[in-house]
């Protein structure tokens, strides 16, 4: 493995749905909203409440501060608060909800993190579809080669309205990753990049099935094996996938 890679320090996991979770073969995903004092639990979001959660398991699981650089990432962001925004405009509902316009910005989530944490660390959010988790975890290499020790990287989507989306299943889920640098005896992994296999069949997914959050999927799958070895692992669709490579010590 490069000397370039960078340490999976801990990891988080929130699916709120328990069926979904165990189709997935996940197991303690719940929902935990004891980090938000109770005003800021009823005002936020799902969609913030479940990058809350598996940010602060993967720090607790990291033995991490709270207080790190974080790059928060979603397809859509606050889809059900901005939904909510256009009914109330459809049906001259004026003025606006003060707290729900406030809600509706893509960095909320970022944002209600770095208040709860007491964090004065920088704050990113981000979005870049399917290839989203891909490009939050290049910055985040990034961030770990050159100016930061450790980041916090959070992945994230809920359910789509459908009247957004007709017809979709996506549900709601959030990953995250403690990572640092110059740490010993930890998952390692390599910066992403774009990976071409002649003659192969292209991994194709349905958009509408699944929302573009659960491509974090294979590399949470492969951080729970206790084999050591080398994995490359595929963090995006296509015929020219994002690509990671993973080190299990």
């Not at 989530?109 to 944490?117: C, D, E, K, L, Q």
Request: net charge negative; with cysteine.
């Amino acid at each position: 493995m490069s000397s370039a890679s960078v340490a999976v320090l801990g990891s988080g996991v929130c699916i709120p749905e328990r069926e979904v979770a165990d189709r997935l073969g996940f197991a303690g995903t719940e929902l935990d909203t004891s980090l938000l004092p109770p005003m800021v639990r009823r005002r936020t979001s799902i969609a913030t409440r479940v990058a809350i959660t598996a940010a602060e398991r993967a720090c607790a699981a990291a033995r991490s501060s709270r207080k790190l650089p974080a790059i928060f990432v979603s397809s859509a962001g606050e889809s059900e608060v901005a939904d909510s925004l256009c009914r109330s405009i459809a049906r001259h509902e004026f003025p606006l909800s003060p707290t729900l316009f406030h809600n509706s910005v893509h960095n909320t989530a970022a944002g209600y993190w770095s208040m709860v944490t007491d964090s004065m660390a920088s704050m990113q959010a981000m979005a870049a579809l399917e290839d989203g988790f891909a490009l939050g975890l290049l910055e985040a290499w990034c961030q770990l080669r050159t100016v930061a020790d450790r980041v916090l990287l959070v992945v994230f989507d809920e359910a789509m309205p459908a009247q957004l989306l007709p017809d979709n299943s996506w549900e709601t889920c959030a990953f995250a990753l403690a990572l640092g640098r110059n740490e010993r005896n930890r998952p390692l992994i390599g910066r992403p990049y774009r990976h071409s296999v002649p003659d192969s069949a292209p991994f194709d997914r349905d958009f509408l099935e699944s929302n573009p959050a659960m491509l974090a999927l294979p590399l949470f799958r492969s951080l729970r094996e206790t084999e050591a070895g080398h994995r490359q692992i595929a963090l995006s669709s296509g015929y020219r996938p994002w690509t990671v490579d993973l080190e299990m010590p």
